[in-house]
């Protein structure tokens, strides 16, 4: 009898301690996997263009050369989030035309950021509407550049976004959203997050 009780108690304790090396095999529980590849929201200024009247408050305007080729405003019809979205227009034959944000990178290389919009188009040539990534150093020399999809045509709004590692020797981060053709483009709810990289 004796004999019996111990054999069934060194059972149990073989037993608990296999469940304790598979529990160790298989890592920590999900909720402690889900905090190690948490992302966070970088501010943008004026990211769905609520704050703007007739000017783009909080984003910069330029294009390629010459003459004012666009017509750049506040579409306040129209939008996805809030009341107001950016609105751009191709007027004369012109490269490109952009508005842009720039932002400080503090400890991001190699990190993976991801900016996204809402973008919706009308008769777009074939160069399309495109946002971007454009890593920059601390003097604002180029390093690299990393661009969404194009959207061509016409289409309703439709969330497009671009994703990339942050380089070493980044520490300016300039997003861009771009008409490169002919057409109306309207940008709305533009985000942007960093995470570590998968």
């Known amino acids: 009898m004796f004999y019996l009780f111990l054999m069934v108690t060194v059972s149990l304790m073989l037993s608990a301690c296999s469940g304790e090396n598979q529990l160790a095999e298989q890592g920590p529980p999900p909720q402690q996997q889900s905090q190690s590849a948490q992302s966070i929201s970088l501010p943008l200024k004026n990211p769905s263009f609520e704050q703007s009247d007739q000017f783009v408050k909080g984003w910069g305007f330029s294009q390629h050369a010459g003459e004012p080729a666009y017509e750049v405003s506040i579409d306040t019809s129209d939008s996805t989030d809030g009341k107001h979205s950016y609105r751009i227009e191709r007027k004369l034959v012109q490269a490109w035309g952009m508005i842009n944000q720039w932002l400080p990178l503090d400890s ?91």
């Not at 290389?109 to 777009?124: H, P, Q, R, Y």
């Not at 550049?145 to 590692?165: K, N, Y």
């Open 108 to 198: 991001a290389v190699g990190k993976s950021v991801k900016l996204s919009a809402m973008i919706k188009s009308e008769a777009l040539g074939a160069k399309g509407f495109d946002i971007s990534l454009v890593f920059r150093k601390a003097n604002k020399k180029f390093i690299s550049e990393i661009s969404s999809e194009i959207v061509t045509g016409s289409h309703e709004w439709q969330r497009i976004e671009v994703t990339a590692v942050v380089p070493a020797k980044a520490a300016h981060l300039q997003i861009t959203a771009v008409l490169n053709d002919a057409g109306t483009a309207w940008l709305d709810d533009v985000q942007l997050t960093l995470f570590d990289k998968q």
